[in-house]
């Protein structure tokens, strides 16, 4: 909580917040979600991806390609992303550097990372990854479901409302 308190007080220091999609791996509802959300608030929102993407024509959104490579999205958003941004990705990596630079990253099934549980969600997520490499755990995470972009599109309007 108390990270998100000093979240939305950061949106007080003249700068307005912009959403930033990790847009080479968000699933397709996710992003119609923060389109909507975009035009609806009147929020700038700016997603990348290392290849081409269809964004909707609007004043609010536009989208960035940056070369092909290993997480060149996630680097070009952890350079622009600022205090007071929000940025969406499944990348635990990716939400723990943004996070210290002031940001909140939120993932497309609604989890909010933020300067309070970025920690904890990055030390699990390296043991995860080192128990499937060591072969005790396979698979990943279960289907993306619907249940999952309502439970996102129900966090995104929460901190919008708090922020905007």
Known sequence: M??????????????????????DACPNPVKNV???AADRR????????NHFVRVPNS????AVQVPGGFD????????????????????VPLADEVVGKGAMALNPRGTLYDAENIK????????????????MVSGGPP???????QNFANALDRLLARAV
Not at 2 to 23: F, V
């Open 143 to 149: 289907a993306f479901s619907a249940k999952d972009v």
């Open 34 to 36: 923060l389109f909507k």
């Open 2 to 23: 108390r990270g998100q308190l000093d979240w939305i007080a950061g949106m007080g220091n003249g700068a307005s917040m912009k959403i930033w999609i990790d847009g």
């Open 59 to 62: 004043v609010h959104i536009r």
């Open 42 to 49: 009147g929020v700038e929102t700016i997603l990348v991806a």
């Open 72 to 91: 060149e999205a996630d680097h070009e958003i952890a350079r622009q992303a600022e205090a007071g941004d929000l940025v969406i990705t499944a990348d």
């Open 120 to 135: 904890s969600h990055l030390s699990r997520r390296d043991m995860m990854e080192e128990l499937r490499s060591s072969g």
